[in-house]
């Protein structure tokens, strides 16, 4: 490649600070160093965690930074070291890596390597280390990442590499989003055949983890949203009811357990709202019910009855669907690309990276499930 070992210029929407839209700058991308690959990004998704760090987070020192997490691209040039990728693979940037040597990647209970920006500043939700430069500014890549941006650098321990056959403006919702909410059904969860489940909050990861509960063979699935305008598409993915808590004066785990004789067997909470978090405990059947919280909130303390665990309940925590990243994206390709997993039926607009702005404001206002920005072009 001709662009091998040189600075790369090239477009990002950078975020100079919480708050404030997105501002597309021209940005130097410096070549991959050992063990890392450049990669072109082609298409990217807008995930509610990009809206969590630029507006709801507290920790205001992730800035400037380019976001974005739910990327796929194509590796343009790799650096001293890298021997599992080369020019040309398709791949998808992974926001959790896997490097196989740590304790967490050795033990099978996890997907939590030790590795990457999250052993580095979680606050600050990327590393100290970038190889993005704005304007004589270090620029901070989110969550590892980064694919707001028509190139980016990554650890090969965090980048998966796919099948060449996938539709990168597709499976780049396996980033994050779709592989969040089926893998918090199927492998944090472990949902049962024949049980009955409640997901709260119909997001492109709720409406994923309806997917997940499906595909393992719940028989009833109860899909919660305030926002009427989900139950159709949770239809699409499996639910077989829907329930607006505000159409009830009585607290939503009383019109849940009302409905199933006594609570769900399965909840899960991809809200990111404590108080949501706290009704999908409750809404769990006594003596067996697991509760999974799947959104994303490092603001408020969760609070609960001691008594509801007490009962038998267990209440548990789901980071990227418990997914060892760099084993699991490729096996979410393949169910893709087999069509035992959806993805087209999320994405509801399709854009370019210069509006991306615009995606925000939609999925702030209820209106999208996925925005999938074109990026570069292959
Ligand atoms: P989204 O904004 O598209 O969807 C959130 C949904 O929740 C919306 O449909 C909204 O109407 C609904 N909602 C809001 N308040 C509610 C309430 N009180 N009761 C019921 N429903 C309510 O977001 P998304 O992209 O699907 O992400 C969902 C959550 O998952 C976010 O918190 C995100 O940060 C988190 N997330 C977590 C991980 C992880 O690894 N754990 C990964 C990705 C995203
Ligand atoms: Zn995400």
Request: glycine residues 10%; charged residues 20%.
């Amino acid at each position: 490649m001709a662009t091998a070992g040189k600075v790369i210029k090239c477009k990002a929407a950078v975020a100079w600070e919480p708050n404030k839209p997105l501002v597309m700058e021209e940005i130097e991308v410096a070549p991959p160093k050992a063990n890392e690959v450049r990669i072109k990004i082609v298409a990217t998704g807008v995930c509610h965690t990009d809206l969590y760090h630029l507006f709801e987070s507290m920790h205001k020192d992730g800035f400037p930074a380019v976001l974005g997490h739910e990327g796929a691209g194509i590796v343009e040039s790799v650096g001293p070291g890298v021997t599992e990728l080369k020019t040309g693979d398709k791949v998808i940037p992974l926001f959790i890596s896997q490097c196989r040597e740590c304790r967490f990647c050795k033990s099978p209970k996890t997907n939590q390597c030790e590795k990457g920006w999250a052993a580095d500043r979680y606050d600050v939700m990327s590393a100290e280390d970038s190889r993005f430069t704005c304007k004589g500014k270090k620029v901070l890549q989110f969550m590892g990442t980064s694919t707001f941006s028509e190139y980016t650098v990554v650890n090969q321990m965090a980048v998966a590499k796919i099948d060449p056959a996938a539709p990168l403006d597709k499976v780049c919702l396996l980033g994050c989003g779709i592989s969040t909410g089926y893998g918090a059904a199927v492998n944090t969860a472990k949902v049962e055949p024949g049980s009955t489940c409640a997901v709260f909050g119909l997001g492109a990861v709720g409406l994923a983890a309806v997917m997940g509960c499906k595909a393992a063979g719940a028989k009833r699935i109860i899909a919660v949203d305030i926002n009427p305008e989900k139950a159709e598409k949770a239809k699409v993915f499996g639910a077989t009811d829907f329930v607006n808590p505000k159409d009830h004066s009585k607290p939503i785990s009383q019109v849940l357990s009302e409905m199933t004789d006594g609570g769900v067997d399965f909840s899960l909470e991809c809200v990111g709202n404590v108080g949501v978090m706290r009704n999908a405990l409750e809404s769990c059947v006594k003596g067996w019910g697991v509760s999974v919280l799947v959104g994303w909130t490092d603001l408020y303390d969760v609070a609960a009855r001691p008594i509801q665990l007490i009962a038998g309940r267990t209440w548990k925590g789901s980071l990227f669907g418990g997914f060892k990243s760099k084993d699991g994206v490729p096996q979410m390709v393949k169910g893709y690309l087999d069509k035992k997993v959806k993805l087209d039926e999320f994405i509801t607009h399709n854009m370019t990276l210069a509006q991306v702005n615009d995606a925000i404001e939609l999925m702030k206002q209820g209106k999208c499930i996925r925005t999938v920005l074109s990026v570069s072009p292959q």
